[in-house]
């Protein structure tokens, strides 16, 4: 399946029309969106294989993703930890932040350490809205990210990838290439550079608004909020994918 | 499985509890609720047995339940059609519509006539809330549902039934009984008078707010948002429910 990707221009111009004239509401795209990097982790890494998920939070909505994706995750039975160091004052996310202390899901602020105790990473630090420059303590967690063993799923980015031109030249980010990717709502342009498995999430676009934005939609099956692509063998190079 | 019950004015409480101290918003909720709604009637009534999906949704909460349950249920394949013969002037009812229009779903306003063109029924009608009288147009929609030989899946309530009493003594509602009921977030002490397959949906709560309110956190599987109770057999009777 080769699908078209959207540049962060107009990812941002995709948001801002879902959340106005489609009616959506940033809470419900977030619910929606954390549910689906929640249900890519459950295909990456069943519980079987260590329920221990250690989730890196950014101070955006990449973020607020992985805030949803940690409590749909504690609910099927994993223990999710969640790294927050930047908590924005912003309502949404703290009250995000409110569900998982209800959970009692832990909220550490020792990178390094909680990287010992873990059996799977989810990178929700930054997506399409990242434009950089890194600010601590974000290149130490990069760095980390990069150099880990343990099998890591990006949202929507690898952290520190630029969107359209994918991994950094320098930096932290250069050699970091996470296991796995999900693309939230359309795969964007740095998905050229990725080597590893490929989800895309966003069973709520409509086809008229996605041929507006020249993306596509994949074929969702049953009830699932995502699908793996790229499974036929076919490369996912530049006009193809 | 025998999972306990929680009354009318326990439930509001317990609504109201989550949107407080619990940290959620409406949107959320409601996106969650409509979500397990969706995943309960693709387990009822498969795509191969019949596309057309017909949701009668009312003017609160188990309205907005059904149009969310739309908007997924289209995703899934089906051809959902949305009675909504009340709409309020809440923002947030107003943009679940808008959802609905972006992906082109109808809304009929002959109720009578769409019965004759679908192949299973949503009644999103009433729910937990709901006191009584039944006002016009919903006696004739209760009594067409009582009698139509399509199978219905009520949300939270077979609507007209009384939430702790069960089915009226008198009226439409008297001899309605859906094939299947969906609990929101936990049973209702009207399930004691329900002959039919039982879902329960709200894969959010956290067990320390379930037991403060007495009632079960069921068993939920892999990803699924929903659980059929009720299978082993065993009498859902007072107490034991």
Sequence with gaps: MALRTIGAKSAAALDQELMSTGG??????????????????????????????LIACGPGN???????????????????????????????????????????????TDFAHALTQTDHII???????????LRDPFPSVIDALSKTR????????????????????????????PQALISLTAPKPLVRWFKGRHFVGGRFLAKSVAEKYGIDVPEYQGVEQIVEVGLDGEGEGEGKL
């Design 24 to 53: 959506f509401s940033i809470d419900q795209l977030m619910e929606l969106a954390g549910l689906s990097v929640s249900q890519a982790l459950f295909k990456l890494h069943p519980l079987n294989r260590g329920k221990r998920i």
């Design 150 to 177: 343990i099998p890591v799923l990006a949202v929507d980015a690898p952290s520190s990838w630029d969107i359209d031109s994918g991994p950094p030249s320098e930096g932290p980010g250069k050699e970091y290439m």
């Design 62 to 108: 990449n973020g607020g993703d992985g805030l949803v994706a940690a409590r749909h995750l504690f609910h099927y039975g994993y223990q999710p930890t969640v790294y927050y160091p930047k908590q924005p004052k912003n309502e949404l996310y703290q009250r995000l932040t409110t569900q998982l202390h209800t959970l009692s899901i832990p909220l550490t």
């Design 123 to 133: 990178d929700a630090i930054f997506g399409f809205s990242f434009q950089g420059p």
